[in-house]
């Protein structure tokens, strides 16, 4: 059955093009495009073999059983779904077009609008996970919609789905996820920062915060990335200011305001200005390790 799948997939970034390669490895059938040139000869054309390098995200969709995406941003999501070129325009009736970026609740909703006037259903699915999990399909899945229609799709990629609710609901439970990340960032960095001014060995205060009560998985697997304060990006600090942005927005449309949020959300905003915007997000220690 997933040999006969054809597939879509718009986006192939570090994440997407390793999800992208996952699918082609269990024998499903790809039609490929990226906002940035990508040719056959390329060394992801490599690896997905036979695949078809559509020259619009229109091309790529007309036919496809399932269209996954997995972009930066609203913007770039919009960039992609709309227009004469646009996703939208070669959905077919009965077609499944799982979207697994995380760019907040309204979006999704008002594609979702639009694959329906087509015949077609929208499954939002915002992953969490960074290029090993996508990898290996360890991914874990935040579902707004019909879970069942995209479970082909989510069944390679990810090694656990929850389901949040109707469409626009998966990337409302992702984006409080990412908020609640971006809050332990900045304290990760911050108090590494002041733990070492107070004499403490970075060794000594890395192995503390990855094996006591509030290590968590994301300290644990940057543990030696900090200690050699190698900051080579597996999820960039300008992405973990767009979903820390995303989580104030959500808050704002809900009638709450969140002071702490906001603050986090600066202090993310100044690793960017400062030069830190393209590197791994915990590089963010740096601004505060450099300080006088």
Same mark, same amino acid.
């Given at each position: 059955?997933?040999?006969? &799948? ?8 570090? &994440? ?21 040139? &990508? ?19 229109? $091309? ?41 970026? +995380? ?26 996970? +960074?290029?090993?999990? #996508?990898?290996?399909? $360890? ?51 911050? &108090?590494? #920062?002041?733990? $070492? ?13 990855? +094996? ?21 990006? $597996?999820? +960039? ?56």
């Amino acid at each position: 059955m997933m040999r006969a &799948m054809q597939v879509a997939f718009i986006g192939l970034g570090a &994440m997407g093009s390793r999800m992208a390669t996952r699918l082609a490895a269990h024998g499903m059938t790809l039609r490929l495009w990226n906002r940035s040139a &990508m040719q056959p000869g390329s060394r992801l054309g490599s690896r997905l073999g036979a695949s078809f390098f559509a020259q619009s995200p229109r $091309e790529a969709t007309l036919g496809a059983q399932f269209i996954v995406t997995m972009v930066a941003d609203a913007h770039a999501l919009a960039a992609v779904a709309r227009g004469p070129r646009g996703i939208v325009a070669g959905l077919e009736r009965g077609a499944t077009w799982v979207d697994m970026s +995380t760019v907040g609740r309204p979006i999704v909703v008002s594609l979702s609008a639009a694959a329906r006037r087509r015949g077609a259903r929208l499954v939002d699915a915002p992953v969490s996970g +960074t290029l090993g999990p #996508a990898e290996r399909g $360890e991914l874990v899945a935040f579902v707004g919609g019909d879970m069942r229609r995209a479970a082909p799709i989510l069944s390679v990629l990810c090694r656990r789905t929850i389901h949040a609710g109707a469409v626009g609901q998966g990337q409302a439970l992702k984006v409080a996820v990412n908020g609640l990340g971006a809050h332990h960032l900045v304290a990760f960095a911050t &108090m590494l #920062a002041v733990a $070492e001014r107070a004499g403490l060995r970075r060794r000594v205060v890395l192995d503390a915060f990855t +094996t006591g009560a509030f290590a968590s998985p994301s300290y644990v697997g940057k543990k030696a990335k900090v200690l050699a304060r190698r900051y080579d990006p $597996e999820f +960039t600090l300008a992405l973990t200011l767009k979903d820390a942005r995303l989580a104030t927005a959500m808050a704002r449309a809900v009638g709450m305001s969140v002071p702490v949020l906001a603050r986090v959300t600066r202090e993310i905003s100044r690793g960017v200005d400062a030069g830190l915007g393209d590197r791994d997000l915990f590089a963010l220690e740096t601004l505060y390790s450099r300080r006088t």
